[in-house]
Nanobody
Framework: QVRLVESGGGLVQPGGSLRLSCAAS????????MSWYRQAPGKERELVAT????????NYADSVMGRFTISRDNAKSTVYLQMNSLQPEDTAVYYC??????WGQGTQVTVSS
């Protein structure tokens, strides 16, 4: 059974940081391209960051470039999203996605003072 379980979301003040984790199981994680998406209320789901199967290639949305970092640990079948300098516009449900395989259930990130 394929599973993607996100964790690490929560409430943070503007300028703060959070680290999201996505634990994968049920498929060959080390072969999968992994991404983080987010969806804010009333908006379409958007791609935040992508990392290659080996971790040597990453891509980011312009809106998070320089603030967010995607990484992975293939030994732990886990992908991470380090989010720094968070702003209210980063408030959204963040989803982990294994390309062509599965979506996670999402974790809420709220940036507010």
């Amino acid at each position: 059974q394929v599973r993607l379980v996100e964790s690490g979301g929560g409430l943070v003040q503007p300028g703060g940081s959070l680290r999201l984790s996505c634990a994968a199981s049920g498929f060959t994680f080390r072969s999968a391209v992994m991404s983080w998406y987010r969806q804010a209320p009333g908006k379409e789901r958007e791609l935040v960051a992508t990392i290659s199967s080996t971790g040597d290639s990453t891509n980011y949305a312009d809106s998070v470039m320089g603030r967010f970092t995607i990484s992975r640990d293939n030994a732990k079948s886990t992908v991470y999203l380090q989010m720094n300098s968070l702003q209210p516009e980063d408030t959204a449900v963040y989803y982990c996605y294994a390309k062509f395989i599965w979506w996670g259930q999402g974790t809420q990130v709220t940036v507010s003072s």
